[in-house]
């Protein structure tokens, strides 16, 4: 893969794949790019259309014998075009446009090749592939291209756990997105799903800037009916969101919904629930004091809806 320049060497994927690059992609992007670049690669030369500089054609040639040659699962060929187009990007070629449209040409068929996952699963990738479409358009933005490394993948974790939890987790599209359901995931099962090395105060610190990124740039795309009133909220509940996460108060809820599951109380069972997590309070009052002390907007019945949410299975499918 060559450069502009006809003299220089082609960039390697060790020379593209640096900290800097890999954290303008997303998680999922970043898990598969070195297989991506090596694959496709192989692939050009097998069906010999490694000569000269890469051109439309190529792409289309490449791409297209790409799901003939390669065992990877659906989330691969999801991160197949961004991982591509950020490569070509970095090496700034002088026909770059021309090869993003042949990437852009080519995804559907790429990507629907794959989409052989069954039900859930398939329908979760699918929502990881339009959330890292979002996050590819913000990426863009100067306020978030100017955040640092880790930051970066702050935000990005942030953005994808929220809209995979109304998505997912809600069967809700943007445009009916509404501040009770945004309050209920965010004091709810919003950390459970983030992996232990992403709870920390820097990621939290962050979250009302990513929620505020996110519903400004699907309220520009017309995909979002209450932006006003979502926006609001984020600015109401700034200190409630960048304090939520308290790893005693984690520990305390994790209890009480293990012993919750041996008393085999139904978690659907309002009534009853609360009449466990009552019983529960009162025989551990003084931890209980310790954790309701600090006012954070949380109360027990939101966090009890973690329950639900806290699957292993979704936290596993997100780290594929």
């Not at 990881?128 to 996050?135: C, G, N, Y």
């Not at 920390?200 to 800037?209: G, K, Q």
């Not at 969101?241 to 209890?255: I, S």
């Not at 109380?265 to 466990?276: G, K, R, T």
Request: glycine content about 2%.
């Amino acid at each position: 893969m060559e450069r502009t320049d006809s003299t220089a060497e082609p960039m390697t994927p060790a020379e593209f794949l640096t900290p800097q690059r890999l954290a303008r992609l997303s998680a999922n992007q970043q898990k598969y790019a070195a297989a991506i670049l090596d694959d496709v690669q192989r692939v050009r030369e097998t069906v010999k259309l490694a000569k000269g500089s890469w051109t439309p054609q190529q792409v289309a040639g490449t791409l297209a014998a790409l799901p003939t040659m390669v065992d990877q699962p659906h989330l691969y060929f999801v991160a197949v075009v961004p991982v591509l187009a950020a490569y070509f990007k970095a090496q700034k070629l002088a026909n770059l446009a021309d090869l993003e449209a042949a990437l852009k040409a080519a995804r559907p068929e790429l990507v629907e090749k794959h989409g052989d996952a069954a039900g859930e699963q398939q329908a979760y990738e699918g929502v990881v592939a339009l959330v890292e479409d979002w996050v590819e358009a913000m990426v863009a933005q100067p306020d978030v291209a100017n955040l640092s490394q880790t930051d970066l993948q702050h935000f990005i974790t942030i953005v994808h756990t929220t809209a995979e939890l109304m998505i997912t987790g809600k069967h809700l599209q943007p445009s009916d997105w509404d501040v009770k359901t945004l309050n209920e995931i965010m004091f709810g099962p919003f950390t459970h799903l983030l992996d232990e090395a992403d709870r920390v105060p820097a990621l939290f610190n962050l979250v009302p800037f990513a929620l505020t990124t996110l519903f400004d740039y699907l309220a520009a795309q017309s995909k979002l009916t209450h932006a006003t009133e979502l926006q609001d909220w984020v600015g109401s509940h700034h200190t409630a969101l960048v304090t939520m996460y308290d790893p005693k108060l984690e520990n305390f809820f994790e209890d009480l919904t293990t012993a919750m599951q041996r008393a085999n109380v139904d978690a659907d069972d309002h009534d009853a629930v609360d009449a466990f997590t009552q019983d529960y309070l009162r025989a551990h009052p003084t931890e209980s004091r310790e954790l309701f002390t600090a006012d954070r907007q949380l109360t027990h019945k939101k966090h009890i809806k973690q329950i639900k949410y806290s699957q292993k299975k979704r936290r596993k499918r997100r780290r594929r």
